[in-house]
């Protein structure tokens, strides 16, 4: 890119490259400052929900991230001792989606297809290996600097600029924005392997939530793995529970088999219910985990933070292209805000507590309304359109009106 971008967007996570490709698609000069020297690889999001597949189907991205995802067209919550279950059928969705289905496919995946596209358009530039140390704003516009590894520093300018850096945002930092919220007491334990849960376990779905004794774990069928998330036992650091052995010894007591099992990534990690009180500062705002962060049960934190991305897009455009005034922002905030508290952080942390639930008679109301709902076709229509994000979805298209 040769002259000034109108945008700069920090980090190549899947949020921002999603912003980036949008903005790209309207011809919006853009440029994003990544601190890695390349795409993020780590198993985080592997959920995609129907909304977010229609609007990359927009693109021609939707077929791309299927054929590279498992199409999954139920999902379940179950009994591990019994086997019974709750088992939801996303095609009571088929007049609301394109795609009345979860895919389950590694968030990078999108990030490597977001890339590809970008690398055609000369409008935007990723630039790879560019931390961001300072944000700030003035008559002119917004300003980040970036710090070279020599310690040299560069002052980089555009009209706008967003923070899709991520939990441990500066750009939040840099607009006086705090993640309000709690932090979970616990760990969750997160592991893949190649062991076929499907010929173990009977009935299973591609996505699986599962009481067993006093615990809960879940199980999630990427295209080549599956992935089995548990929590450390009560005698148990969150560092031991994620040692090989105990990561052996817990898929052990799941499947009632002796191990090895071939096990490829153990990754323990936090979870928290947290959101900043506004998205935006003038001209710096905030999309993806920069601005909220909920528990992963139910698989809504990125696919929020694409909604985030596709809603300010167009937001960019019209002030960019259509001079609309820049308080069109704070429509962003009000359209997304509410969303992502009152339908992501707290689905999911409903979510949570339901899969925390120990006393066996509480579990087994919950089971049976859930059974009663999954039995009922509206009933089922209205649970999945809230799980499945088309709520949210059409709250915030509400709130613009
Ligand atoms: C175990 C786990 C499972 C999950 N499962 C799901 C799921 O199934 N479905 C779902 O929707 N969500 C899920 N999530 C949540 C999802 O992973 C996040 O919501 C998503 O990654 C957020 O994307 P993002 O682009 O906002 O931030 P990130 O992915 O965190 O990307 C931020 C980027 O900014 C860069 N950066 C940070 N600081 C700077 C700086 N100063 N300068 C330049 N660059 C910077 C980082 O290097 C990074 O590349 C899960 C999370 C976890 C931990």
Redesign the pocket.
Known sequence: MSSQPAVII????????GLAFRLGSFDIPTLV????DR??DQ???????PPTLDMLDDYGLGAALVARGRITPTWQIRMHETGERAEFDLSVLSNDTDHPYRLQAE?HKLSHLFLDRLDRMPQVEVRFG????AAGQDDLGAWVT?AAPDGTETRHRAAFVVG????????RKAIGQALKGETYPET?V?ATTTTPFEDRIDGLSGVNYIWMGHGTYSL?HLPDLWRC?FHPKPSQTPEQAATPEAVQAAIAEILGEDPPFDVREV?P?RVHARIVDDYRRGRIVL????AH?NS?KG???????LHDAWNLSDKLSRILHRGASTDLLDLYTRQRRPIAAEEIIAQADQNRKRMNETDPAKRRAHLARLQETAEDPDEARTFLLRSSMITGLRRAEALAA
Do not use: K, W
Not at 10 to 17: R, W
Not at 43 to 49: N, Q
């Open positions: 920090i980090g190549a996570g899947p949020v921002g490259l400052l990544e601190a890695e795409i993020a198993l985080r999001a592997s959920t995609f929900h968030q560019a931390p961001v140390t970036t899709c850096d991520g939990a441990r945002s500066e750009i969750t997160l999630l998330s990754r990690y999309a993806g985990d920069a962060l992963p698989g809504m934190g990125m696919n929020g933070g």
